[in-house]
């Protein structure tokens, strides 16, 4: 059995400027977040007029989780690709594909 090699996310300066990085991912993300949920509400207010406040904070609620939720996500992917993370995991499977 192979040990893994050590990740470079174990290095503190590495992991410091990851993280770093990822949060300013996710500082963009949050400003282009917030821009959709007031531009949606605009169209969606011209399009329906004044219809419920529920459904106009069920809509903001619902785009805004969805934004955030899936640039959490690609970032944190991107942050494990980008550092070499990835290279650091052995697949255990590896020699049954040769068989």
Do not use: C
Request: no cysteine; charged share 15%; hydrophobic share 45%.
């Amino acid at each position: 059995m192979k040990t893994p090699p050590p990740s470079p996310l174990e290095q503190p300066h590495r992991a410091a400027h990851a993280w770093a990085r990822y949060r300013r991912i996710m500082r963009w993300m949050m400003t282009i977040t917030v821009g959709l949920v007031i531009g949606s509400m605009i169209l969606l207010y011209r399009s329906n007029g004044m219809v419920s406040i529920h459904f106009y904070i069920a809509t903001a609620l619902g785009i805004g989780f969805t934004m955030l939720l899936a640039s959490a996500l690609m970032g944190l992917a991107f942050l494990s690709s980008g550092t070499g993370h990835d290279e650091s995991v052995i697949d255990p499977l590896e020699d049954e594909g040769a068989k």
